[in-house]
């Protein structure tokens, strides 16, 4: 990314106060400033030079999402937001502005939690001792080893630890539905056997987090729960009316 346009962080209600201190993406920091048409308005800064997604970078961008929601609703923007420029945003918030404040008026005091279930990895015993084909595949093995064999046995044992972790994950899943407002299935992650976001009310947070956190002790032997949160509510809130520039991805 060259630096040309303007980066977005969210859009925001009308009258929203900058959080004191806070800062943008960039190296130095960059200045934020509101702009706004009708009853909306967007969180901007000049789009830094040469903007890729380091750490710093993300943390500067999901911070200030989260003091941003500390003075009222957010809709937030993924990293890597550009508009090109003041104009053509404006022009966006304006069109978008009936469906934005629907949005901003259903987020308003909540929070989300993602809430993924991966194959528990200590548990191989459990699946050899219950599941009839993987032990046949297994003594097959033992009587003609061989790379073939290795590989069917592979693949069967992934399968039934897969399984086994969709089915507590769902359990877990279905337990927790309950205490969030809404539901919303994120997309497919390699090694993950669901991903899942609940928008949470900001104050049941930390409860919301307890009862994961139980409910996945409690099943530890047939699926790694890994708890996220709270996040900006991004699951929540669509593409509709979003710039769709994004930086580059790096390490660093």
Same mark, same amino acid.
């Given at each position: 990314?060259?630096?040309?346009?303007?980066? =977005?962080?969210?859009? +925001?209600?009308?009258?929203?106060?900058?959080?004191?201190?806070?800062?943008? +993406?960039? #190296?130095?920091?960059? +200045?934020?400033?509101?702009?706004?048409?009708?009853?909306?308005?967007?969180? +901007?800064?000049? !789009?830094? &030079?040469?903007?890729?997604?380091?750490? @710093?970078?993300?943390?500067?961008?999901?911070?200030?999402?989260?003091? /941003? &929601?500390?003075? $009222?609703?957010?809709?937030?923007?993924?990293?890597?937001? =550009?508009?090109?420029?003041? #104009?053509?945003?404006?022009?966006?918030?304006?069109?978008?502005?009936?469906?934005? /404040?629907?949005?901003?008026?259903?987020?308003?005091?909540?929070?989300? =939690?993602?809430?993924? !279930?991966?194959?528990?990895?200590?548990?191989?015993?459990?699946?050899?001792?219950?599941?009839?084909?993987?032990?046949?595949? %297994?003594?097959?093995?033992?009587?003609?080893?061989?790379?073939?064999?290795?590989?069917? /046995?592979?693949?069967?044992?992934?399968? &039934?630890?897969?399984?086994?972790?969709?089915?507590? $994950?769902?359990?877990?899943? %279905?337990?927790?539905?309950?205490?969030?407002?809404?539901?919303? !299935?994120?997309? #497919?992650?390699?090694?993950?056997?669901?991903?899942?976001?609940?928008?949470?009310?900001?104050?049941?947070?930390? @409860?919301? @987090?307890?009862? !994961?956190?139980?409910?996945?002790?409690?099943? @530890?032997?047939?699926? #790694?729960?890994?708890?996220?949160?709270?996040?900006?509510?991004?699951?929540?809130?669509?593409?509709?009316?979003?710039?769709?520039?994004?930086?580059?991805?790096?390490?660093?």
């Amino acid at each position: 990314m060259d630096g040309d346009g303007l980066y =977005v962080y969210a859009v +925001v209600g009308e009258g929203i106060e900058l959080p004191a201190g806070a800062g943008g +993406v960039g #190296d130095p920091p960059a +200045v934020l400033r509101v702009i706004g048409t009708g009853r909306i308005a967007a969180v +901007v800064s000049d !789009a830094p &030079a040469r903007l890729r997604a380091r750490r @710093r970078d993300l943390l500067a961008h999901q911070d200030l999402l989260m003091d /941003l &929601a500390d003075s $009222g609703p957010v809709l937030p923007m993924r990293f890597g937001m =550009v508009a090109p420029d003041e #104009d053509a945003l404006l022009a966006q918030l304006a069109l978008a502005e009936t469906s934005h /404040l629907a949005t901003l008026k259903n987020l308003d005091g909540h929070v989300e =939690v993602n809430v993924k !279930a991966l194959p528990a990895q200590d548990s191989l015993a459990d699946v050899v001792a219950e599941d009839a084909a993987v032990r046949r595949l %297994r003594d097959a093995a033992r009587r003609r080893p061989g790379y073939e064999a290795s590989v069917r /046995l592979g693949e069967a044992v992934a399968s &039934a630890l897969a399984r086994r972790a969709a089915e507590a $994950g769902k359990a877990v899943l %279905r337990e927790l539905a309950p205490l969030a407002r809404a539901v919303a !299935a994120g997309p #497919d992650v390699q090694g993950c056997a669901l991903n899942t976001s609940f928008l949470v009310p900001r104050g049941h947070s930390e @409860r919301f @987090r307890t009862t !994961a956190e139980r409910l996945a002790g409690a099943r @530890r032997s047939h699926v #790694d729960i890994r708890i996220a949160g709270p996040l900006p509510c991004y699951s929540f809130v669509g593409d509709s009316g979003a710039p769709h520039r994004r930086a580059a991805m790096t390490g660093g």
